[in-house]
């Protein structure tokens, strides 16, 4: 157990809806990034928030945003989906500036889209 | 942008034995390169990692290599067993200032060890 929690384990909706993906990071981590693993695509990095504040994206749609609140947890925001976006979307968290890269992934949510 | 090669994608070995992965990297700037495992409906587990000013970390049956003039680093597992069977991917992260330490995942390598 890596300390990152996500929820919901598992989403199912139809194209055009727009769900939202909640990830709690580890205790005393500030970093929050996002990822998506598709089989054709593999782990692609999306966003990364740190301490509230955006501070890289990766390739990230429009359609997609995020957010880090004031106690840590972060959001993904997925909209007008597309059957393209049905993966796996991983929350990872890290301290952030005292360790270099060590980003401890969580659990996932699998996203259907039909 | 980062460019992570991982070879092979699938690896296939007996209990035992050793298995080696490999992965090549274009951007001069990376300078942290971690592994991680991932096994069937879990999210990626951190197993090992090493950054550029060191050239071979080990952890007792796992370690990993870095040649930083040939932009490669490797994976090596010994003894492997059953409980080994997963994926594997590698990573790079450049600093680019700040606490922007994006990971740029290699595809992944699936091994299987046969009892």
């Known amino acids: 157990d890596s300390g990152v929690t996500q929820t919901p384990k598992h989403l199912i909706t139809a194209t055009g809806q727009r769900v939202t993906l909640r990830c709690s990071p580890r205790?005393?981590?500030?970093?929050v990034y996002w990822y998506q693993q598709s089989l054709d695509q593999g782990l692609q990095f999306l966003i990364q928030?740190?301490?509230?504040?955006?501070?890289a994206k990766g390739n990230i749609l429009e359609r997609f945003s995020a957010q880090q609140f004031p106690d840590l947890h972060s959001e993904l925001n997925l909209s007008s989906l597309e059957l393209g976006d049905s993966a796996l979307y991983f929350c990872?968290?890290?301290?952030?500036?005292?360790?270099?890269?060590?980003?401890?992934f969580g659990p996932g949510t699998r996203l259907t889209v039909l | 942008g980062e460019n992570v090669e991982q070879h092979p994608s699938t690896l296939s070995v007996q209990e035992g034995d050793s298995a080696v992965i490999k992965c090549t990297y274009s951007?001069?700037?990376?300078?942290?390169f971690p592994w991680y495992k991932q096994e069937l409906g879990k999210g990626p587990q951190l197993i090992i990692d090493?950054?550029?000013?060191?050239g071979e970390k080990k952890d007792q049956r796992i370690a990993v290599t870095l040649n930083k003039t040939a932009k490669h680093f490797s994976l090596h597992i010994t003894e492997t067993q059953p409980e080994d069977s997963a994926v594997y991917f590698c990573?790079?992260?450049?600093?680019?200032?700040?606490?922007?330490?994006?990971?740029?995942f290699g595809k992944g390598t699936l091994l299987t060890v046969n009892p």
């Open positions: 951007d001069s700037a990376s300078n942290y």
């Open positions: 090493i950054r550029s000013n060191v």
């Open positions: 928030y740190y301490n509230g504040e955006e501070r």
């Open positions: 205790s005393g981590d500030l970093s």
């Open positions: 990573a790079a992260s450049p600093r680019s200032g700040g606490s922007n330490y994006k990971l740029t």
């Open positions: 990872a968290s890290s301290v952030g500036l005292a360790q270099q890269g060590e980003q401890f």
